[in-house]
């Protein structure tokens, strides 16, 4: 499906309503798959939950978990620690170019029973369960997040718990802290201390709840749509604290550069269109690369010259994001330029109307560049693709008063 953004007249004022934080739930389901005390509320309900959900539950030996990568990293390590257990991890095509190997060598010095199936190094892989006594561990610190996410999350499962050692400099260390900070809330003891992570065993827990907090990384496209709106335009979003274990709250601070302001209300935040006065800026996104995409085109939306640094990681995404930003700016009229780690963006103001967006079976191409509708009218190809993190999104711009037809 296609579908058409043509200029839309925005609402002044407007409330969404946004589902869990999918890193949160994905987290938390595996959590719960572990300790089935554990309750959840407020869980996301995007594609990819869903299938950790359904691969958690399945007694399958062939687990396909299509284009979820999160469930991938995560699920290789619940599976290598449930013991008398075989099953193959597969995927999407795509999903199956996206390494894993760092995951799987760090299990294997934890004592893992890890196979390739097709090619060494990719999914799939075959995982035979097993109990593991091994303590320790260490890998290198600037790769992706998940794949030491996901040994921390089995980590109190393991008999003697976990001691990571990550070596050289850290990225990514907000979702590291999500995942400690979830484990906290299930009142499992963690230490962070340098370079060093220890979690503590624990076999059993109490009956607890746990209300996921609501997306921020789905909230990134509304603070790009107050950007682009007229000044006093306000979207009342929930629900969000304002201590957030999630890194993608940076965008309170991001978006004051693009003229939005964010009010903390009760567990909402309001955003604000007032006045920005800035023509270039500079980000260092090691931490927040979920948001890359909707920066850079409130960027070229709004004329102003940027430079992102600290994007290694989207290089091993649903698509080469980098890549893929390139080629769809570049057809709107952009000039840009991207390197294994960066993207520099030079300020214009042409944008050229009804451009068809290809979004690379990439949810975050789809709805980063959804605002530029209130700019020009563009067609975003493969529209449904959006499930993928946040299935009501087209329905909720439709509410703000954006004009979308299926093309």
């Given at each position: 499906?296609?579908?058409?953004?043509?200029?839309?007249?925005?609402?002044?004022?407007?409330?969404?309503?946004?589902?869990?934080?999918?890193?949160?739930?994905?987290?938390?389901?595996?959590?719960?798959?572990?300790?089935?005390?554990?309750?959840?509320?407020?869980?996301?309900?995007?594609?990819?939950?869903?299938?950790?959900?359904?691969?958690?539950?399945?007694?399958?030996?062939?687990?396909?978990?299509?284009?979820?990568?999160?469930?991938?990293?995560?699920?290789?390590?619940?599976?290598?620690?449930?013991?008398?257990?075989?099953?193959?991890?597969?995927?999407?095509?795509?999903?199956?170019?996206?390494?894993?190997?760092?995951?799987?060598?760090?299990?294997?010095?934890?004592?893992?029973?890890?196979?390739?199936?097709?090619?060494?190094?990719?999914?799939?892989?075959?995982?035979?369960?097993?109990?593991?006594?091994?303590?320790?561990?260490?890998?290198?610190?600037?790769?992706?997040?998940?794949?030491?996410?996901?040994?921390?999350?089995?980590?109190?499962?393991?008999?003697?718990?976990?001691?990571?050692?990550?070596?050289?400099?850290?990225?990514?260390?907000?979702?590291?802290?999500?995942?400690?900070?979830?484990?906290?809330?299930?009142?499992?003891?963690?230490?962070?201390?340098?370079?060093?992570?220890?979690?503590?065993?624990?076999?059993?827990?109490?009956?607890?709840?746990?209300?996921?907090?609501?997306?921020?990384?789905?909230?990134?496209?509304?603070?790009?749509?107050?950007?682009?709106?007229?000044?006093?335009?306000?979207?009342?979003?929930?629900?969000?604290?304002?201590?957030?274990?999630?890194?993608?709250?940076?965008?309170?601070?991001?978006?004051?550069?693009?003229?939005?302001?964010?009010?903390?209300?009760?567990?909402?935040?309001?955003?604000?269109?007032?006045?920005?006065?800035?023509?270039?800026?500079?980000?260092?996104?090691?931490?927040?690369?979920?948001?890359?995409?909707?920066?850079?085109?409130?960027?070229?939306?709004?004329?102003?010259?940027?430079?992102?640094?600290?994007?290694?990681?989207?290089?091993?995404?649903?698509?080469?994001?980098?890549?893929?930003?390139?080629?769809?700016?570049?057809?709107?009229?952009?000039?840009?330029?991207?390197?294994?780690?960066?993207?520099?963006?030079?300020?214009?103001?042409?944008?050229?109307?009804?451009?068809?967006?290809?979004?690379?079976?990439?949810?975050?191409?789809?709805?980063?560049?959804?605002?530029?509708?209130?700019?020009?009218?563009?067609?975003?190809?493969?529209?449904?693709?959006?499930?993928?993190?946040?299935?009501?999104?087209?329905?909720?711009?439709?509410?703000?008063?954006f004009t979308i037809f299926e093309s």
């Open positions: 499906m296609n579908v058409s953004l043509a200029f839309s007249a925005l609402k002044k004022k407007a409330s969404v309503s946004i589902s869990g934080s999918k890193s949160e739930t994905n987290r938390l389901l595996l959590l719960q798959a572990l300790y089935p005390n554990l309750i959840l509320e407020n869980t996301s309900n995007s594609d990819d939950s869903e299938v950790m959900i359904k691969a958690l539950a399945s007694n399958d030996k062939d687990i396909d978990i299509h284009h979820a990568g999160t469930a991938m990293r995560f699920l290789t390590a619940y599976f290598a620690i449930q013991e008398n257990r075989a099953v193959i991890v597969t995927g999407s095509p795509r999903m199956k170019e996206r390494p894993i190997k760092i995951l799987v060598d760090a299990l294997r010095q934890l004592g893992a029973d890890i196979s390739y199936v097709e090619n060494e190094g990719f999914p799939p892989i075959k995982i035979q369960g097993r109990k593991i006594t091994k303590s320790k561990v260490s890998l290198s610190a600037n790769v992706s997040s998940q794949y030491i996410s996901a040994l921390l999350l089995i980590a109190p499962k393991l008999e003697n718990g976990l001691e990571l050692t990550l070596e050289g400099e850290i990225t990514s260390i907000p979702y590291l802290k999500m995942t400690l900070g979830l484990l906290n809330e299930t009142g499992i003891e963690t230490s962070f201390i340098g370079n060093v992570i220890t979690v503590g065993p624990k076999t059993a827990i109490p009956f607890i709840s746990v209300t996921v907090e609501s997306d921020w990384s789905s909230a990134s496209y509304f603070y790009s749509t107050v950007a682009l709106s007229e000044e006093g335009t306000e979207i009342t979003l929930s629900s969000y604290k304002k201590e957030s274990l999630q890194g993608d709250s940076a965008l309170s601070e991001i978006y004051k550069s693009f003229g939005v302001q964010t009010d903390f209300q009760e567990d909402q935040i309001v955003l604000r269109k007032i006045n920005y006065p800035l023509s270039i800026v500079h980000y260092q996104l090691n931490n927040t690369p979920d948001i890359a995409q909707t920066i850079a085109v409130t960027c070229f939306a709004l004329g102003i010259e940027c430079h992102l640094t600290g994007l290694h990681t989207l290089k091993i995404k649903e698509t080469d994001r980098l890549e893929a930003l390139k080629t769809e700016l570049t057809k709107l009229g952009a000039d840009i330029s991207v390197t294994n780690d960066s993207l520099t963006l030079a300020a214009s103001k042409n944008i050229k109307p009804n451009i068809r967006i290809t979004t690379y079976n990439d949810h975050r191409m789809a709805m980063a560049f959804a605002p530029l509708a209130l700019r020009i009218p563009i067609v975003i190809e493969d529209a449904e693709v959006v499930s993928k993190s946040y299935p009501d999104f087209w329905n909720d711009l439709t509410a703000l008063g």
